[in-house]
């Protein structure tokens, strides 16, 4: 386990994301094949080269969900008893194969659940391309363990 107890998380806090991930033709078509999300702007070459973008672009949900992944030994590796909501999701530009991403979590909010054994956080995930371009952003929110909970030997797998 690597994640923080909400205790460990401090409001304002940004917390950089050591790993990364170059995104592959492959990874997006599984992901589209996954979800069923036949969208030619993800899927067909010729379609893509007449948009905007002029070529295929990488799924959002797919940039969104690698950075959940990304972010989760820093944050919540462990330490969660649940996500509870995915908020105010941009893609301010596109994602392409071959990009590189990253990601970086601030905490923007935490608070005690009514009994005091949880907390409630609220993170806001950015992720960034090789440019350091921002091409992703959401508020994750999570119900996370108390330290003195686990360590009093109160445990949440049971509730």
């Known amino acids: 386990m690597t994640g923080r107890y909400y205790e460990d998380l401090e409001v304002g806090e940004t917390i950089e994301h050591e790993r990364s991930r170059t995104i592959s033709e492959s990874d997006n078509q599984r992901f ?9 702007l993800h899927l067909d070459s010729e379609f893509a080269a007449e ?10 949900l797919y940039t969104m969900s690698l950075a959940v992944g990304i972010s ?15 908020d105010d999701v ?6 392409f ?6 990601a970086q979590s601030t905490v923007t909010e935490k608070r005690e659940t009514s009994d005091g054994e949880r907390g409630v956080v609220t993170m806001c995930v950015e ?6 371009e921002l091409v992703c952003s959401f508020d ?18 049971n509730e």
């Open 127 to 132: 992720v960034f391309n090789q440019h350091d």
């Open 32 to 40: 589209c094949d996954l979800t069923m999300n036949q969208q030619p």
């Open 90 to 95: 941009e893609h301010p530009a596109p994602v």
């Open 140 to 157: 994750r929110t999570v119900l996370s363990r108390k330290r003195e909970h686990v360590e009093d030997g109160h445990s949440d797998e």
């Open 97 to 102: 194969h071959g990009d590189t991403i990253r």
């Open 51 to 60: 948009t905007q973008f002029g070529e295929r672009i990488v799924n959002g």
């Open 72 to 86: 989760i030994p820093e944050t919540t590796d462990g330490t969660i008893v649940a996500n509870l909501s995915y």
